[in-house]
């Protein structure tokens, strides 16, 4: 019965708007209630997802598949922006802990397969943030990069690094990192990403909603007031649409735009759906009360 209401109210949302993707059904994923409550990333290939806590606590892979789980971490602050190789090979995540009482982070990488682990950044009070290039995972750490090889190869970065710190951006290219704030400094910058062929960058502004502009900052393309943007592709975004009463948010949308402001909802009213993850032919998001559902897309 669930999934017919999804279906109906997807009919609904499609009426009167262009039509960028063609969805299928809507999903949900029953993840164990003992290992998280939130999507945390999705494979690129779509086959199995991270889940975690509403606080980022622990990292637990889940094969959409099969229903079988791998522990990843069970570290605080492992949850948050979880990076996952192109193969799907390797996960790279960040671990919290506490060091005479200041809060420190250091990045590890484990390959799933294998169980092997790496350190890439020790414990630090100036992680900005983190990514994976190819075979190699790359952390800004104080404004200088550090990379390590996940796979058969030399440790090697091309694409510019975004990152993160004290709410503004930063591109790190060529081993110089330089300040990005196309809106001014006044502004909080939240939910950066690189597009896949590294030419673009995709952002939240408080108060203002979701940006896309060039590496140097020229060329802002307003998107709307939407939050928690993910590239979907070079060319469209996926993102949520969510009010709240200040206390709890009471609706919310999953969406996708493409960049000439053309845009498509994709989930009903009854069910909050929270925080896009795109992958190959789907769509993962969580909603506030813990449950999981998947996108799937023709």
Request: charged fraction near 20%; charge should be positive.
């Amino acid at each position: 019965m669930k999934k017919v209401l999804l279906a109906l109210a997807l009919c609904v949302s499609f009426s009167g708007m262009a039509q960028l993707v063609n969805v299928t059904s809507i999903d949900k994923v029953d993840i164990p209630e003992s290992a998280a409550n939130k999507v945390a990333a999705i494979s690129p290939q779509g086959d199995y997802i991270l889940v975690t806590t509403d606080y980022n606590y622990g990292l637990t892979k889940y094969d959409l598949s099969t229903g079988a789980t791998q522990v990843i971490s069970q570290s605080q602050g492992a949850g948050f922006n979880a990076q996952i190789s192109a193969d799907g090979q390797s996960v790279v995540y960040r671990e919290k802990s506490t060091k005479n009482n200041l809060q420190m982070t250091a990045v590890k990488s484990k390959n799933l397969a294998t169980g092997a682990e790496q350190q890439l950044v020790k414990p630090s009070r100036n992680v900005q943030g983190m990514a994976i290039d190819g075979n190699t995972a790359v952390a800004v750490n104080n404004g200088k990069v550090a990379k390590k090889a996940i796979a058969e190869g030399k440790a090697q970065v091309n694409a510019p690094v975004l990152s993160t710190k004290n709410f503004l951006m930063y591109i790190t290219k060529g081993g110089k990192t330089t300040e990005l704030a196309p809106l001014g400094k006044s502004y909080r910058y939240i939910w950066a990403s690189l597009s896949p062929d590294a030419s673009k960058v995709l952002f939240c502004c408080s108060g203002k909603g979701a940006y896309v502009c060039n590496l140097d900052g020229s060329g802002l393309v307003s998107l709307g007031n939407y939050r928690a943007p993910k590239w979907m592709g070079n060319d469209m975004v996926v993102a949520m649409d969510c009010r709240d009463n200040g206390e709890v948010f009471t609706s919310s949308e999953i969406l996708v735009l493409d960049l000439n402001g053309t845009k498509q909802v994709l989930t009903g009213d009854d069910v909050v759906a929270m925080y896009p993850l795109p992958a190959d032919g789907k769509i993962a998001f969580s909603t506030p009360t813990g449950e999981a559902y998947i996108i799937n897309l023709k």
